[in-house]
């Protein structure tokens, strides 16, 4: 069975085989990155670059920008979950690799390779505090500093940047970001609405894009996952608007339980910070089957009111709650 993990980043990878949707990742970044691609006519390029001695290396994905009067741009992509302190010189290995596969015939009338620009696509939690350049890993000797080292080796969109500061509609960047880091299942369903309002269903490469922020959604939050679910089986329009429909209808239903279950957590760890960890664990067990929200609110008065964690226990075992 595949790992979130692994189910999100080949959703991520079909994704990014759309060209709208690099096209609106490179949007997204600064001018000073994107100037020299024109990204109005988009080629996919093989990801595996093997050097002239044999070095292999494996990018996520490769787009040829081609430009007007041979004025093309290459553009990497790496989708990165994690955080990755190596990014700078991986990013360096990778364009010193795809020159060498490229050999002569991807020279431009002057004689000279196209630019490359290096894209990180970032969709974890964690704040990126890694180093951009190759200064932050490599020990530089006390007053005599290696200009070589500094610059930056690749652009990174970070999604919970972007999540947050562009709010704008019609970006499909910024879906996946507001998608990823929704507050609510609300929001969610808000988000969906909005996408059948502005994606073009009547191109493929839409309709599948569609399939992919419901696959994120299911990859992301278990719990909605429709029974038999797969992600690697295409879905046709209707079945997708199905999806979405059901997804709709649940929402109070899921709120109410997972609202539920979230309580139960709290108290759980008020417990534990009132009583010890043996308390909150041995009331989390009783709190399992617990379904009444009044029955709940009791416990967090009892978890006020009782002096110890086995006092705590005996008052619920006496007014029944660890039964469903």
């Keep these: 069975m595949a790992s979130p993990r692994d189910n999100k980043d080949r959703i991520m990878k079909r994704m990014l085989r759309c060209p709208r949707v690099v096209r609106d990742l490179l949007a997204l970044l600064p001018a000073k990155w994107t100037a020299a691609v024109d990204a109005s006519s988009l080629r996919e390029l093989p990801t595996e670059f093997i050097g002239e001695h044999g070095d292999k290396r494996i990018v996520d994905l490769c787009w040829l920008a081609e430009g007007i009067r041979d004025y093309s741009a290459i553009v990497l992509i790496e989708n990165q979950s994690t955080l990755d302190w190596r990014m700078p010189a991986r990013a360096t290995t990778q364009v010193g690799l795809l020159y060498e596969t490229l050999g002569a015939g ?154 539920r279950e979230l309580l139960a957590e709290r108290l759980m760890r008020l417990a534990e910070r009132r009583f010890g960890a043996e308390t909150g664990q041995r009331l989390g067990t009783r709190l399992e089957n617990v379904d009444d929200p009044g029955l709940l609110d009791r416990v967090g008065d009892l978890i006020v009111d009782c002096e110890t964690g086995e006092q705590l226990l005996g008052m619920i075992d006496g007014a029944g709650t660890h039964s469903s």
Excluded at 172 to 188: D, P
Excluded at 226 to 250: F, V
């Design 106 to 259: 991807a020279r431009g009338p002057d004689g000279r390779f196209p630019p490359v620009l290096v894209v990180v696509v970032y969709t974890g939690h964690r704040p990126w505090r890694m180093p951009d350049d190759l200064t932050g890993l490599v020990r530089v000797p006390a007053r005599h500093p290696l200009p070589w080292l500094n610059g930056r080796r690749y652009a990174r969109l970070d999604l919970s940047d972007v999540a947050t500061q562009y709010p704008e509609q019609g970006n499909r960047m910024v879906a996946l970001a507001s998608l990823t880091f929704a507050e609510s299942v609300f929001g969610v369903n808000c988000l969906f609405t909005d996408l059948c309002g502005w994606l073009d269903f009547e191109e493929e490469d839409e309709t599948r894009l569609y399939q992919c922020y419901l696959d994120w959604l299911y990859a992301i939050e278990p719990r909605l996952r429709p029974r038999g679910w797969d992600p690697d089986r295409d879905r046709n329009l209707e079945e997708l608007m199905a999806e979405q429909s059901i997804l709709s209808r649940n929402t109070d239903r899921w709120l109410e339980r997972y609202g």
